[in-house]
């Protein structure tokens, strides 16, 4: 057990603690801010969408740019005192107490003590990249993560697949849908088996299985994809698939249960396993979200802890 910090503790307790000021978690803080809970939200403002210059597919606000999007939010709460928001904080420890949980949260250590009835964890997930060299300086700009928010844009040219992960092949038959020139690059992963590979070719769907020497293209537009051997292959840009990791380790003491992919089982209304810790967004199953649908389940999740602190039945 992490020891909790001494010398400065708040006045206790708030109702609601929400780690994390993504979507999930800045939707939660309007709803349950609505329900006069006493809110505090700590976001370490290290969102998994930084390099993404658009969103898209959050309605009225198709296009905007996530950082946009959470700024127009944090005003939106500004107008509700019972909610308060510290960004560019972080949580070093979070642990059970009786009646509830205590966190130690500062900048960059620990400073201070804060204690709530109750815990919604929408903290996100920490994006990992294949190994590539110099992806990142298209990341976000003409290669993208997620085909339904940005394939739009995408569509008819000829686009490459970068990805290391045993579902590959499928994410590959996704993408075909807006593009009848599609290359499947496994930087020399063995994850694409002969009968996907036939499928795929069969599709029209390349697959080039030589380790990726490096990404061409000028000012983060990808124009061509240079395999080991010196094969270029030319491109217009397109996907990556990235591997997520739950950011779960300031956690003391407790271990809510996790899918096999390592993010936070549920029940259909957002609770976890342990006792007044809630769960939205990105890090709980199934995973990454699009913002709209992450937005929707804080939501949710704020209706139901309302009725849970009153101890209602709701259909949520």
Avoid at 87 to 108: H, K, Q
Avoid at 172 to 195: C, K, M, N, P, Q
Avoid at 239 to 257: C, H, I, K, N, Y
């Amino acid at each position: 057990m992490t020891p909790p910090v001494t010398g400065v503790t708040e006045r206790a307790p708030y109702d609601v603690l929400i780690v994390g000021g993504g979507p999930a978690g800045l939707s939660a803080a309007l709803n349950l801010g609505r329900a006069l809970a006493r809110v505090l939200v700590v976001d370490a403002d290290r969102p998994r969408n930084a390099a993404t210059l658009r969103s898209h597919g959050f309605l009225t606000r198709d296009g905007i740019p996530p950082q946009e999007l959470r700024r127009l939010a944090r005003d939106e709460l500004a107008a509700y005192p019972n909610v308060e928001v510290r960004s560019r904080t972080r949580v070093a420890a979070l642990r059970m107490t009786i009646g509830g949980f205590a966190a130690d949260i500062g900048r960059r250590e620990a400073e201070a003590t804060v204690t709530a009835r109750t815990v919604l964890l929408a903290t996100g997930l920490r994006e990992t990249l294949p190994d590539v060299p110099n992806l990142r300086g298209y990341y976000g700009m003409s290669l993208f993560s997620c085909a339904a928010c940005d394939a739009w844009e995408l569509q008819g040219r000829r686009l490459a697949l970068i990805g290391e992960t045993a579902d590959i092949a499928d994410r590959a038959r996704l993408i075909g849908r807006w593009t009848e020139s599609l290359t499947v690059f496994t930087h020399g992963a063995d994850v694409v088996t002969a009968a996907e590979e036939a499928e795929l070719v069969a599709a029209g769907i390349a697959v080039r299985r030589e380790p990726i020497a490096e990404l061409v293209g000028d000012r983060g537009q990808l124009e061509a994809i240079r395999l080991a051997d010196g094969t270029a292959v030319a491109v217009d840009g397109g996907f990556v698939r990235p591997e997520w990791q739950s950011t779960l380790s300031f956690l003391d003491g407790m271990t809510p249960a996790l899918d096999e992919s390592g993010h936070l089982r549920t029940d259909r209304s957002g609770r976890t396993d342990v006792p007044g810790l809630y769960a939205a967004g990105d890090a709980a199953a199934p995973g990454p979200q699009q913002l709209i649908v992450a937005a929707g389940a804080g939501a949710r999740v704020a209706a139901v802890m309302v009725h849970d602190s009153i101890g209602v039945a709701t259909a949520h």
